[in-house]
T-cell receptor, first 112, second 113 residues
Framework: QKEVEQDPGPLSVPEGAIVSLNCTYS??????FMWYRQYSRKGPELLMY????GNKEDGRFTAQVDKSSKYISLFIRDSQPSDSATYLC????????????FGSGTRLQVQP | DAGVIQSPRHEVTEMGQEVTLRCKPI?????LFWYRQTMMRGLELLIY????????DSGMPEDRFSAKMPNASFSTLKIQPSEPRDSAVYFC???????????FGAGSRLTVL
């Protein structure tokens, strides 16, 4: 079993839609949860960062962590064509390894 | 700061040739990571350094791969000899201790024919 599982998509939605992206993880020791966004032929860039269970909001983006279910989500409200990218969840901590483990990424296409 | 700088951006080589990828981390960052990204396997950690010392190289595929960090501002990832299955995008990233946030470079796209 992979440490982090993520549906690769692709996911295609119309402009203005609410998008839900999800990951599950296997090790309950993980403590830090991140979402990175990667545009085509670019490096990943940090989008959201959370430590505890619950919600964190930043503009149109909301990151949600449920440690009891080992489930993390990213919601995008009022999606825009500029949100078209690959979204990667990443986790870290509790394993003694100071490095991020990434999900495989979900490719999102927002249609104008 | 110019961010994490990687070179070359694109490399096309023939099987058996030596490939050297280079990375300049963000000044002041004391962690440096090398990741490889493919469609099949996603983003995989190869090796990471702390204060120029390799900490975990368990992701390095085999002895053909080696990485060095001779000083705080430079790292190399070398593949010798290269094989077609090494074709991927190789990313370098850096971070500050205590900050679980990586800043990635733009990547080096390697094609081995």
């Amino acid at each position: 079993q992979k440490e982090v599982e993520q549906d690769p998509g692709p996911l295609s939605v119309p402009e203005g839609a609410i998008v839900s992206l999800n990951c599950t993880y296997s090790n309950s020791a993980f403590q830090y949860f991140m979402w990175y966004r990667q545009y085509s032929r670019k490096g990943p860039e940090l989008l959201m960062y959370t430590y505890s269970s619950g919600n964190k909001e930043d503009g149109r983006f909301t990151a949600q962590v449920d440690k009891s279910s080992k489930y993390i989500s990213l919601f995008i409200r009022d999606s825009q064509p500029s949100d078209s990218a690959t979204y990667l969840c990443a986790i870290e901590g509790g394993t003694g390894r100071r490095a991020l483990t990434f999900g495989s990424g979900t490719r999102l296409q927002v249609q104008p | 700061d110019a961010g994490v700088i990687q070179s070359p951006r694109h490399e096309v080589t023939e099987m058996g040739q030596e490939v050297t990828l280079r990375c300049k981390p963000i000044s002041g960052h004391d962690y440096l990571f090398w990741y490889r990204q493919t469609m099949m396997r996603g983003l995989e950690l190869l090796i990471y350094f702390n204060n120029n010392v390799p900490i975990d190289d368990s992701g390095m595929p085999e002895d053909r791969f080696s990485a060095k960090m001779p000083n705080a501002s430079f790292s190399t990832l070398k593949i010798q000899p290269s094989e077609p299955r090494d074709s991927a995008v190789y990313f370098c990233a850096s971070s500050l201790a205590g900050a679980n946030v990586l800043t990635f470079g733009a990547g080096s796209r390697l094609t081995v024919l």
